[in-house]
């Protein structure tokens, strides 16, 4: 099974600390935003790793990353997005080698998101063979997100009128040949192309789980916003103390 980290974007939510950097890299209690989803991979069993990043970050991002690379053993690569608002498929297809990928499973995490306690998903992941596996989460701004409908046959992104309060996370497990299935979408009207639409195809033909792994910003956050990189920190720390947490 293959990993897919997508940590490009320009994090303008984040100005002025993202002028020179990339937010993944910024600190969330006590170590970079990206060793988070790395962790879930890796606690997933998943050490064959690909980040996807804008391209003035690639060198950052290996100097950052090698000394976790040479310490837990996986192998990482990097590759750039030249353009960064190509949409979260786009990155998807980035990471995925043609040929080589399409009879793997591949999992992919968007580098801004942070679960925390996550035996459930890890279990899921390894334990959801030939699926789209999708995680979500109570939220009480779901117009903010991908928001999936009472019936949990299709996911509405960003409504102005949410039918739940139940949204998509940025953790998507995919069967083998998910390119072939981003290949055929079409770009949005703001241009991208959407992975709603890939998980809605995986939704639409009954391919799909649904995962419910608890609340917004209690145990997952959207690190986008200062106060979001704010309340992580303080969570993620109070899980270290109490529980003697490790990410590897």
Same mark, same amino acid.
């Given at each position: #099974?293959? +990993?897919?980290?997508?940590?490009? +974007?320009? +994090?303008?939510?984040?100005?002025? #600390?993202?002028?020179? !950097?990339?937010?993944?890299?910024?600190? =969330?209690?006590? !170590?970079? #935003?990206?060793?988070?989803?790395?962790s879930i991979l890796y606690k997933s069993g998943i050490k064959d790793i690909t980040l996807i990043t804008n391209p003035e970050y690639v060198l950052t991002f290996k100097k950052a990353l090698q000394g976790l690379i040479n310490e837990v053993g996986i192998n990482l690569k990097i590759i750039p997005q030249a353009n960064p608002t190509g949409g979260i498929a786009e990155a998807l297809l980035l990471g995925l080698e043609e040929g080589k990928d399409d009879n793997e499973e591949s999992v992919l995490i968007l580098g801004d998101n942070i679960f925390i306690m996550t035996d459930q998903i890890q279990n899921t992941i390894s334990s959801c063979p030939g699926k789209c596996c999708l995680f979500t989460v109570y939220s009480d701004t779901p117009y903010r997100f991908g928001v999936m409908n009472e019936f949990r046959t299709r996911i509405t992104e960003k409504p102005s009128n949410p039918e739940t309060n139940r949204i998509v996370t940025g953790l998507y497990k995919y069967p083998a040949g998910v390119r072939k299935v981003a290949e055929s979408i079409k770009r949005s009207p703001r241009g991208e192309l959407e992975?709603?639409? =890939?998980?809605?195809?995986?939704? +639409?033909?009954?391919?799909?789980? =649904?995962?419910d792994v608890g609340i917004e910003n209690e145990h997952w956050f959207d690190c986008g916003t200062p106060d979001s990189l704010l309340d992580a920190s303080n969570k993620l720390k109070k899980i270290y103390d109490e529980y003697n947490y490790q990410l590897f």
């Open positions: #099974m293959k +990993g897919i980290i997508l940590s490009g +974007g320009l +994090g303008t939510r984040l100005y002025p #600390m993202t002028y020179a !950097v990339s937010k993944q890299l910024l600190p =969330v209690y006590n !170590v970079p #935003m990206i060793y988070y989803p790395i992975i709603t639409d =890939v998980n809605n195809y995986y939704l +639409g033909i009954g391919e799909a789980k =649904v995962f």
